[in-house]
């Protein structure tokens, strides 16, 4: 009786000895056993880890790339704030000229029909810096904002030259 029981088992060792794999996800025991014997084990692990470490350094260098837009986003955004900043001063120096027009209307220091063409060019800047100023909320970008805030200043010196330059009323 012993015999059969034997050459059962040995028949099934011999049997299942050609399925074991090296790998022990795949073998059990007997292929973990195996593939550390064979150093297979230890090919895959370092494999693996070269993998790893491929993957980390990417995802560093993703992370430095992401950190270095962030960087650039919030320097723009400064940058767009100072100058919707000079706009939005800009549209209160206008003011001021509109009151120093009325001024020296009232003072009878201006010609009305001169003043009046210039209060319209105002009128009509400060309607400009108000859009300026919504397009760069919306997200103008930071060349065009700058070139539209060159633009106003150089309508607000000419304004305050022509305002200057004012003729008197005229004598009747």
Known sequence: ??????????????LTTGCVTDDPRQ???VGGVVG?????????????????EDESARNLAAKWEGDSLDAGRHSRSVEL???RGSISAMNNKLK?????IRDL???NLADDASATDIEKEIAATKRRTSE?????????????????????????????????????????
């Open 1 to 14: 009786m012993r015999w059969p029981l034997l050459s059962v088992l040995a028949t099934t060792a011999a």
């Open 27 to 29: 073998g059990g025991f």
């Open 36 to 52: 550390i014997m064979s150093g297979k084990y230890d090919e895959r692990v370092a494999t693996r880890r070269a993998a790893l």
């Open 81 to 83: 704030a100072s100058i």
């Open 96 to 100: 001021n000229l509109e009151r120093t």
């Open 105 to 107: 209307r009232a003072r």
């Open 132 to 172: 300026v100023i919504a397009s760069i909320d919306r997200g103008m970008d930071e060349a065009t904002a700058r070139a539209r805030k060159e633009e106003l200043m150089g309508k607000i010196e000419f304004y305050e030259e022509m305002i200057r330059s004012l003729p008197p009323p005229r004598r009747r």
